[in-house]
């Protein structure tokens, strides 16, 4: 029984970790100062979360800054996230960019924003409070040049 444990966590751990891979590699087709080869709206996994990528551009396409709302029907109805996604979300982006975030809280505006800089770029992510564990709130993630 203990081996067969063994074997099955460890398969666990090997497609989170192709999965993770995956996830990186699709995300970082898009680099802002590149030009945007494609559609400005891109349905996909970051972090685990499915989700649209919305890619600005200036008038010449060239990439300026990209956000990613959680969405299940390809971004016409953000979905909210429940705190343990977030959680696994924030780590992803802090392997991705191997920094850790700085928190902020507004407490007015019951949010949390967590921000750090990388190549140029402020990397922001935006989450309402969440009431609980197992509650529900919206998550924005923000890419802007500097």
Known sequence: ????FKTIVLLLVIQISYSTVLYAQEFSDYKIGE???????????????????FIYTHKNK????????????????????????FIRFKSFMEQYYQSGFERTIDTAQK???????YNG?????????????FSYSSLVFMINKI
Not at 39 to 49: A, P, S
Not at 73 to 80: A, E, L, V, W, Y
Not at 121 to 133: A, K, L
Request: with cysteine; charged share 30%.
């Open 1 to 4: 029984m203990n081996r067969v």
């Open 35 to 53: 030009k945007l080869e494609g559609k400005d709206m891109v349905n996909m996994d970051i972090g685990g979360l499915p989700g649209t990528l």
């Open 121 to 133: 770029c402020n990397v922001v992510i935006t989450i309402d409070e969440f009431d609980g564990d």
């Open 62 to 85: 060239v990439i300026r800054s990209m956000g990613f709302v959680p969405s299940r029907d390809g971004g016409i109805n953000p979905s909210k996230v429940m705190k343990g996604d």
């Open 111 to 117: 949010k949390q924003h967590y921000k750090l800089k």
